[in-house]
């Protein structure tokens, strides 16, 4: 289990410093504040959406239909999202080599790789559901 967290680990970090490196941002506070403004620019729309679905629902007097839709909305984002993480991260990656000289055996090594996959969609699906 610490093989998994940390190859999990070891593979987001990988991930968000390929990010940073097409950014050619240093790991300062530079860095950490483009994330914190991406974020919060990102949220604006999601929070835009759920606001104007809201006032329909509540007119016809079932305002908890605005979750159910955004639960719906959300769902199918990550379902056309899941698939070219799934296809970037195990078929187009080149840490295969690298990974499979490690002492860990192939279960860790697919369970890390669906891991990465779970954390990313999970990041996605908190910023459109979160606030609804």
């Given amino acids: 289990m610490n093989k998994l967290l ?3 680990k ?3 970090k990988d991930s968000l410093s390929k990010y940073q490196s097409g950014l050619n941002l240093k790991k300062g ?4 504040l483009l994330y914190i403004v991406l974020a919060v620019l990102l949220l604006f729309p999601s929070i835009q959406i759920s606001y104007s679905l809201y006032d329909p629902f509540s007119y016809v007097g079932h305002p908890e239909l ?3 839709m955004v639960y719906i909305a959300t769902t199918m984002i990550m379902l056309f999202t899941a698939i070219p993480f799934i296809m970037s991260i195990f078929f187009y990656s080149k840490d ?3 990974l ?3 002492p ?4 860790i090594i697919v369970f890390s790789k669906l891991s990465t996959i779970y954390i990313y969609l999970l990041a996605i699906s908190g910023f459109i559901f979160g606030p609804a």
């Fill in 100 to 102: 499979s000289a490690l």
């Fill in 6 to 8: 940390s190859l999990t």
């Fill in 104 to 107: 860990i055996t192939e279960s």
């Fill in 66 to 68: 605005l979750v159910t």
């Fill in 96 to 98: 295969t080599e690298f």
């Fill in 10 to 12: 070891l593979q987001i």
């Fill in 29 to 32: 506070n530079i860095g950490k």
